[in-house]
């Protein structure tokens, strides 16, 4: 039974994040993605009590889907530095590989709704946000500056998304030299 939850709500999450990133949050009503989703408004409603509910559940999806694949391949014993750029080169390969995903984030990170959990995310230092644990230890560690932590995810989430759109606005992949290049310029400006 929970394996029919399961693909149904990840079905209903892929027509959402399509949706989305065709007409934007506004133009993707619960009803048009419950035809998309070959799926009744109502099975909708049984998983998401709102569409706000079934954003910010999305985003969750995103982020862990990208956490899992992002983290799971660094060598937790590899030295700080070296984790900071395979992370940093994996996020950059998995939002160009993900673009659904990449699409909905940037949307979601400049609409309301994640002003709703943006303070909670930050404050409360959320357990499902791996990278501001990740950049956390780093400060602690004493192997990054003691900034706030909402500064280094700037300066290494900024740099990631930047480069992912001047990717896609020019139709390319980056290059080793160009992504070797770029954390290193992040590496040196955090670094203690």
Not at 34 to 50: C, E
Not at 63 to 69: C, D, G, I, T, V
Not at 131 to 155: C, P, T, W
Not at 178 to 186: C, K, Q, S, W
Request: proline share 3%; glycine share 6%; aromatic share 14%.
């Amino acid at each position: 039974m929970n394996i029919q939850l399961t693909e149904k709500k990840e079905q209903i999450f892929f027509s959402t994040l399509r949706l989305i990133n065709i007409h934007g949050f506004h133009g993707s009503p619960m009803s048009k993605i419950a035809k998309d989703a070959d799926v009744a408004v109502g099975s909708i409603y049984h998983y998401f009590p709102s569409k706000e509910d079934l954003i910010i559940e999305l985003y969750w999806y995103c982020k862990e889907k990208l956490n899992a694949h992002v983290f799971s391949s660094v060598d937790s014993t590899l030295p700080y530095e070296t984790r900071f750029k395979q992370i940093w080169r994996h996020l950059v390969l998995y939002y160009l590989d993900h673009l659904d995903h990449f699409g909905f984030l940037e949307q979601f990170y400049g609409s309301p709704f994640y002003e709703g959990i943006r303070t909670n995310i930050i404050k409360q230092k959320s357990e499902r946000n791996v990278l501001l644990h990740f950049l956390d230890e780093g400060v602690k560690s004493k192997h990054l500056k003691d900034l706030n932590v909402r500064l280094l995810i700037s300066a290494y989430l900024g740099v990631a998304i930047s480069l992912v759109r001047g990717c896609l606005y020019e139709k390319s992949q980056p290059t080793e030299y160009e992504l070797d290049t770029m954390v290193d310029i992040i590496w040196n400006g955090v670094k203690k």
